[in-house]
């Protein structure tokens, strides 16, 4: 059964930049079945969808987070990671991290979320 | 961007009655690529439904999906006090991947 943790600061300054790591347990990140995302939800908003990275090392973003947002992997630990520059308060969220499957036929799956605060 | 659209932004009902939830895309995707989240406060989402119509681990039969194209449907047969939550819509088929607004479902 795979899971994923979320891992990072819960608190970042202005204008520095979050980085939360995915550790995932029970699965590869090499496998071609999945994209490996990340999404959040800000206080009292919906949620939003960030961006993945497949296992051949492509990326695609949200159009609104393009410009700030990298999703990278380390394969050798089994982990993804979500690098966030110049952070406001707009970017305090809870961030989840998620495995989404290629071919659409097996259920996704969610980390539990970690809550980043943005504030000095 | 393919841009979800749920209906109605709140709906309000009593325990026993059936729920309706809409999802309209703006452009068409597989509909094995949209999924269904139910939301509470402090709490992860929980998948409820993939793949259109897939109920997923654990999730009660009285919450069913269907749809194709570009108009998807999340019914709950019978609204139990538990259901009271916000629901999501999201499409995994076209990048970027995107999440409708959400369906408040609250206690009448």
């Known amino acids: 059964q795979v899971q994923l943790q979320e891992s990072g600061p819960g608190l970042v300054k202005p204008s520095q930049t979050l980085s939360l790591t995915c550790t995932v347990s029970?699965?590869?990140?090499?496998?071609?079945?999945?994209?490996w995302s990340w999404i959040r939800q800000q206080p009292g908003k919906g949620l939003e969808w960030i961006g993945y990275i497949y296992y051949s090392g492509s990326t695609s973003y949200s159009p609104s987070l393009k410009s700030r947002a990298t999703i990278s992997e380390d394969k050798s630990r089994n982990q993804f990671s979500l690098n966030l520059i110049s952070v406001t308060a707009a970017d305090t969220a809870v961030y989840y991290c998620?495995?989404?499957?290629?071919?659409?036929?097996?259920?996704?799956?969610w980390g539990q979320g970690t809550l980043v605060t943005v504030s000095s | 961007e393919v841009v979800l659209t749920q209906s109605p932004g709140t709906l309000s009902l009593s325990p026993g009655e059936r729920a309706t939830l809409s999802c309209r895309a703006s452009?068409?995707?597989?509909?094995?690529?949209l999924a269904w989240y139910q939301h509470k406060p402090g709490q992860a989402p929980r998948l409820l439904i993939y793949?259109?119509?897939g109920r997923a681990t654990g999730i009660p039969d009285r919450f069913s999906g269907s749809g194709s194209g570009t108009d998807f449907t999340l019914t709950i047969s019978r609204v139990e006090p538990e259901d009271f939550a916000v629901y999501y819509c999201q499409q995994y088929g076209i990048s970027p991947f995107t999440f409708g607004p959400g369906t408040k479902v609250d206690i009448k």
């Open positions: 452009q068409s995707f597989a509909s094995r690529y």
């Open positions: 793949s259109t119509s």
């Open positions: 998620a495995r989404e499957p290629a071919s659409g036929v097996t259920e996704p799956k």
């Open positions: 029970g699965g590869s990140i090499s496998s071609a079945d999945y994209y």
